[in-house]
């Protein structure tokens, strides 16, 4: 596993605003941002392109609800690994694996996955302990039962520098 290290951006107050409207949504015009955001429709643009080419703007995606296209269990795997324990690129590219993260404390690894079922949770498990049971000290696993919240927009307002 290569974690990225990203070097923090500076983007000012103006950029924040087109930022945190794009988050909402993506679709709206360009016309339609200017209007909301008060500055010229060239500006807007100038300032998303900047954006995108700084890496701050990573992509525009569809959010999709996991519930209604059928990865309706959510399950979260915390993973402590001995020294020679990576996580290989297939393993890494499966689409039921949502984020993965090295995490400090008594784990080195939080893995987030999607399923339609326990089925296919308790599969992938079992998958797991056989792929990498020599590299693994321990797992803990958890379904979880309700979505009390989450979201895929970042707070940009409440850590970026302040700027002009």
């Known amino acids: 596993m290569n974690p990225k290290v990203f070097q923090s951006v500076r983007i000012d107050s103006r950029d924040r605003l087109i930022a945190a409207q794009l ?7 360009l016309a339609r941002l200017s209007e ?22 990573e992509g525009y995606k569809a959010i999709m609800n996991a519930e209604k296209i059928g990865a309706s269990v959510a399950a979260f795997m915390l993973v402590s690994g ?17 984020e993965v993260w090295g995490v400090t404390g008594r784990r080195d690894v939080l893995i987030k996955a999607r399923f339609k079922d326990t089925e296919e949770f308790s599969r992938f498990v079992l ?26 927009e970042k707070p940009i307002q409440l850590f970026m520098e302040q700027g002009p």
């Open 23 to 29: 988050q909402m949504d993506c679709r709206q015009t």
């Open 127 to 152: 998958d797991f302990r056989k792929r990498y049971g020599g590299q693994v000290r321990d797992t803990e696993t958890f379904l979880a039962t309700v979505r009390i919240k989450e979201t895929s």
């Open 36 to 57: 909301k955001l008060n500055m010229r429709p060239s500006t807007v643009h100038e300032r998303i392109a900047r954006m995108e080419k700084k890496g701050v703007i």
């Open 82 to 98: 001995k020294p020679s324990f990576h996580l290989d690129k297939p393993f890494l590219d499966d689409q039921r694996v949502m």
